[in-house]
């Protein structure tokens, strides 16, 4: 808050608001600092609340209104956001056109409540930038891909943050949660999921779903984890084959019977014209052919 002593009972005023709000607010009184204090305060700040005494056409002694005019052109310069109080409003608002005016205590709580919603966005998007960008990535969609293969799931989430798709896809056509799942990375997958990941999205490289790629990759938990998410359990691949099947042919027994518990289509034929209790048989897992036959 930048303004003279004359205006103290006001910024105690405000500074009380502010605390109730939340917001860390600073006084700074032109009355008794020198420019390279204001300066220094100015730096530092991300809102300003200013109280213009010279703009509103007030005479003042001359070193007061030089750092009136330094604070204005710094905070019109656009450093930080501003917020202009004075009771003359309509002739401020006039004066400085789009800057922020206001004329009461209820319109600076307005204001600050507002302009809180939009540092809080802004700080996300800029804490985010700052950690991809030390972390040596780019901020963009090849950025994310990259983080998803390297597992780094604090880039992940500050990419996902600030408004990047879940379905990003990386040169070859790959969605996001097919690489987390191809690398068994429970923790992105789960990650991806929470900001709603598509269960069901298919990677063109291989015209796979991600729960046929966890089968295929032999990720135990990752397949748990779709399939209890509500992952598309009769998805085929280019031969015809669902991910049951699949698992049958990798011998993954538990997963195979997971599967089967949870509604796999168990008649489905691949393009060989072979069924699931075709395969368990073929393998012989007979305790899964059994329980397949039993319920056809």
């Given at each position: 808050?930048?303004?003279?002593?004359k205006?103290?009972?006001?910024?105690?005023?405000?500074?009380?608001?502010?605390?109730?709000?939340?917001?860390k607010?600073?006084?700074?009184?032109?009355?008794?600092?020198?420019?390279?204090?204001?300066?220094?305060?100015?730096?530092?700040?991300?809102?300003?609340l200013?109280?213009?005494?010279?703009?509103?056409?007030?005479?003042?002694?001359?070193?007061?209104?030089?750092?009136e005019?330094?604070?204005?052109?710094y905070?019109?310069?656009?450093?930080?956001?501003?917020?202009?109080?004075?009771?003359?409003?309509?002739?401020?608002?006039?004066?400085?056109?789009?800057?922020?005016?206001?004329?009461?205590?209820?319109?600076?709580?307005?204001?600050?409540?507002?302009?809180?919603?939009?540092?809080?966005?802004?700080?996300?998007?800029?804490?985010?930038?700052?950690?991809?960008s030390?972390?040596?990535?780019?901020?963009?969609?090849?950025?994310?891909?990259?983080?998803?293969?390297?597992?780094?799931?604090?880039?992940?989430?500050?990419f996902?943050?600030?408004?990047?798709?879940t379905?990003?896809?990386?040169?070859?056509?790959?969605?996001?949660?097919?690489?987390?799942?191809?690398n068994?990375?429970l923790?992105?997958?789960?990650l991806?999921?929470s900001?709603?990941a598509s269960?069901?999205?298919?990677?063109?490289d291989?015209?796979?779903?991600?729960?046929?790629?966890a089968?295929?990759?032999?990720?135990?938990?990752v397949?748990?984890l779709?399939?209890?998410?509500?992952?598309?359990l009769n998805?085929?691949?280019?031969?015809?084959?669902?991910?049951?099947?699949?698992?049958?042919?990798?011998r993954?027994?538990?997963?195979?019977?997971?599967?089967?518990?949870?509604g796999?289509?168990?008649?489905?034929?691949?393009?060989?014209?072979?069924?699931a209790?075709?395969?368990?048989?073929?393998?012989?897992?007979?305790?899964?052919?059994?329980?397949?036959e039993?319920?056809?």
């Amino acid at each position: 808050m930048l303004g003279r002593e004359k205006h103290r009972n006001i910024f105690i005023t405000v500074g009380r608001i502010m605390q109730l709000e939340k917001v860390k607010s600073e006084k700074l009184y032109f009355d008794n600092c020198t420019e390279m204090q204001l300066v220094k305060s100015l730096r530092n700040a991300d809102l300003f609340l200013f109280f213009p005494d010279c703009l509103s056409g007030n005479k003042s002694e001359d070193g007061l209104c030089m750092l009136e005019t330094v604070a204005a052109g710094y905070v019109l310069a656009k450093k930080g956001r501003v917020l202009i109080f004075s009771q003359e409003k309509k002739m401020l608002s006039e004066i400085l056109g789009a800057e922020p005016v206001v004329g009461s205590i209820g319109e600076t709580i307005g204001y600050f409540r507002r302009e809180r919603k939009v540092f809080e966005s802004n700080k996300v998007f800029h804490n985010a930038r700052r950690l991809i960008s030390e972390s040596s990535l780019s901020f963009s969609s090849r950025g994310l891909v990259e983080a998803v293969e390297y597992g780094m799931y604090r880039e992940v989430q500050a990419f996902l943050k600030v408004g990047f798709s879940t379905e990003t896809e990386n040169d070859e056509g790959v969605p996001l949660l097919s690489l987390a799942v191809r690398n068994g990375d429970l923790e992105i997958c789960r990650l991806l999921m929470s900001y709603g990941a598509s269960l069901n999205l298919i990677a063109r490289d291989r015209c796979t779903s991600p729960i046929m790629d966890a089968v295929t990759a032999m990720k135990t938990e990752v397949a748990e984890l779709l399939i209890d998410a509500g992952a598309d359990l009769n998805f085929k691949n280019r031969n015809g084959q669902t991910s049951l099947v699949v698992a049958i042919g990798a011998r993954m027994e538990k997963l195979a019977d997971l599967l089967v518990d949870k509604g796999a289509d168990i008649t489905v034929k691949d393009s060989l014209g072979m069924t699931a209790a075709d395969y368990a048989k073929l393998f012989s897992l007979k305790e899964l052919q059994q329980k397949i036959e039993a319920k056809l």
